[in-house]
């Protein structure tokens, strides 16, 4: 079993809609979530950011964290042309090698 | 803001030439880390190094190596490009232990002939 896994995708939405993303894992250790969207030939950049359960919220984006099932997710509010991209989920320990445990990315097409 | 900074946005190198790909940060950031990343085989890590002079294997250091002399700086070094070597090419950088946050320069594509 992999240790992050996420759906690759591609998942086509209209403008407007909610895009849902999700990733699940395997080691309980994990304490840092993060996501990331990357643009076609660019680098990734860092989209949230979350330390261990719960929620967090930043303008259209929403994402959640539930340990118990080890499960995150991604939600995406009135998505916009914009929000085509690649969305990579990332996680670490807390006193851990330094190292990400990223899943593979998850594409996303808003369709105008 | 963190900027991550990569010498070449695009490289053409034939087989069996040394290649080099450097890497600065200006945030004064502990850890630098190289990755490649394929279609469908997700970001891969090549190698690590958490301090000047300090280097850490990752998931796929066979035909790579780096360094780092100056703690803004990490350099990949392709001792002999082969043509699976072709691919996108990221570095990264953490502020260090206890703040494990990425922040990922703009990439170089590299293709091997």
């Known amino acids: 079993q992999k240790e992050v896994e996420q759906d690759p995708g591609p998942l086509s939405v209209p403008e407007g809609a909610i895009v849902s993303l999700n990733c699940t894992y395997s080691?309980?250790?994990?304490?840092?979530f993060m996501w990331y969207r990357q643009y076609s030939r660019k680098g990734p950049e860092l989209l949230m950011y979350t330390y261990s359960s719960g929620n967090k919220e930043d303008g259209r984006f929403t994402a959640q964290v539930d340990k118990s099932s080890k499960y995150i997710s991604l939600f995406i509010r009135d998505s916009q042309p914009s929000d085509s991209a690649t969305y990579l989920c990332a996680m670490s320990e807390e006193y851990g090698n330094n190292r990400l445990a990223f899943g593979k990315g998850n594409q996303v097409v808003v369709i105008p | 803001d963190v900027k991550v900074t990569q010498s070449s946005r695009y490289l053409v190198k034939r087989t069996g030439e040394k290649v080099f790909l450097e890497c600065v940060q200006d945030m004064d950031h502990e850890n630098m880390f190289w990755y490649r990343q394929d279609p469908g085989l997700g970001l891969r890590l090549i190698y690590f190094s958490y301090d000047v002079k300090m280097k850490e294997k990752g998931d796929i250091p066979e035909g790579y190596s780096v360094s780092r002399e100056k703690k803004e700086r990490f350099s990949l070094i392709l001792e002999s490009a082969s043509t699976n070597q072709t691919s996108m090419y990221l570095c990264?950088?953490?502020?260090?232990?206890?703040?494990?946050?990425?922040?990922f320069g703009p990439g170089t594509r590299l293709l091997v002939l």
């Open positions: 990264a950088s953490s502020l260090g232990v206890g703040q494990e946050t990425q922040y």
């Open positions: 080691n309980s250790a994990f304490q840092y």
